[in-house]
């Protein structure tokens, strides 16, 4: 399985962007396919989840109501749409994806064993 992520970039602050992940190999039977951030001197964090058949989806508090998680059947990507982007958004964004992800874990980084490379967001206030 490979993952790769693209569409970070610069952006001011209200601003917003689409960061895509482009999924290979064995991921028929992904259970969750999620993004994850990472900024400056924090750890890596939860930040959205799609059970990868059945669509549900998952949010963090902190992009609740301003981010939507979804997927391209017919090109098996990814996607994170975020908008009234804020400065504390800025990060490196990372796709991961699992097949042994249950819900009970799906917010953990270490339920994923997939991981894209990440893709730089900045937001400039």
């Known amino acids: 399985v490979q993952l790769q992520a693209s569409g970070g970039g610069a952006v001011e602050a209200g601003g917003s962007l689409r960061l895509s992940c482009a999924a290979s190999?064995?991921?028929?039977?992904?259970?969750?396919m999620a993004w994850f951030r990472q900024a400056p001197g924090k750890e890596r964090e939860f930040v959205s989840a799609?059970?990868?058949?059945?669509?549900?989806?998952y949010y963090a508090d902190s992009v609740k109501g301003r981010a939507t998680i979804s997927r391209n059947n017919a090109k098996d990507t990814l996607y994170l749409h975020m908008n009234a982007l804020r400065s504390e958004d800025t990060a490196v964004y990372y796709c991961?994806?699992?097949?042994?992800?249950?819900?009970?874990?799906?917010?953990?980084?270490?339920?994923?064993?997939?991981w894209g490379q990440g893709t730089q967001v900045t937001v400039s206030s």
């Open positions: 190999g064995r991921t028929f039977d992904f259970r969750y």
């Open positions: 799609l059970k990868w058949n059945g669509g549900t989806t």
């Open positions: 991961a994806g699992s097949h042994t992800v249950i819900q009970s874990n799906l917010r953990s980084q270490f339920a994923y064993n997939y």
